[in-house]
């Protein structure tokens, strides 16, 4: 779905955040549309959770302003809560209190004043919709983690929000239960139609589950976008880095002409697409999946690019075979078992590497 053109419901303005210490949170800009779902990803340590936070209301920035539903938020401790009562917050490690299931998903329902009567059939409802019905009378505490964690859910569904953010929701749970979350969540968003925010240091989690995914390293949102544009054109470096290109060049724009540029890489010339100017130092990123690999003898591709080399390593990746290329500049390649076989790929074997100028992705260093 596209959300460009709906209305926003969390915009964060030039959000920062100091603690002392080394981290610092940078000018985060972040528009959410009601209905979305964005993934904040990055390592460990990156500010993920920091940004929840602040767009949860828990913690007041140092810098910068938040605006839920179009109203800018205050320091005003009644606005605040009256705005928090839309939000709901499942934690990595959620805190279940040793009481029974049904008296903690109870919980926030009771701190919003409402009676026995009303609270029976919500905590009901939300059981069945993350699958624990008649699971009421247990321990909470003596729950399994995915099941302790659907508890979680629930306990944020039962208020109804308009708002749900999850932090790391799968990150403490074997391969079957984050399955079993992971798919609660995407059919709980799409019926209840949240607007979500959640962080996760999974990449394939944010593109399964997320309509946009924001990168973040070092307290910065360096792209926000979806997977598409992010795996297509990362913004910088560390992106790339981040989602796995491994063929990053470093070179100059010697040539400029009409969109077309001419690259020096360590003395090797390289076209490529953008608009740059000569003497401008760029980054080319090259997706392994773009190159392709003949033999010497073959008649050349149209690919602008043509560079000639030796196999210097081979590794089976699955049904793949990942091919590195020394080609005076160092290259990565894969190509199927059954080509694979039958050019007789070897180490030590000569062959060419073609490759797009449109297929390589250039940023500025
Ligand atoms: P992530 O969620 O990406 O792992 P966090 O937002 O949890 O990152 O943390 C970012 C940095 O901020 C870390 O270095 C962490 O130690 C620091 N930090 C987070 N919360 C606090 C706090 N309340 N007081 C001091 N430092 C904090």
Redesign the pocket.
Known sequence: MNFSNAKPIIEARGLR?R?????S?KDINLTVAAGETVA?I????????????LLDLL?QPSGGAIVIGGQQVTGSASSRLELRRKMAFVHQKPLVFTTSVFDNIAQPLRWRGMKGEDIKPRVTAALAEVGLAGFEGRQAKTLSGGETQRVALARALVTSPDILFL??PTANLDPNSTAMVEELVSNIIGKRRLTVVM?T?DLAQGQRLANRIGV?MK?ELLQLGTSDEIFMAPACRAVAEFIGIETILEGSVIESIGGLITVDVAGKLIQATGEFMPGDRVNLFLRPDHITVSLKSEIGSSARNRLEGTIVNIALVGPLVRLEIDCGIHLLAVVTRQSADELGLAIGKPVVACLKAAAIHVVKV
């Open positions: 955040q603690y002392g210490g080394n981290f949170l904040l990055g390592p460990s340590g990156a500010g993920k959770s920091t940004v929840l936070r913690e932090d790391e962080a240091h973040m307290g």
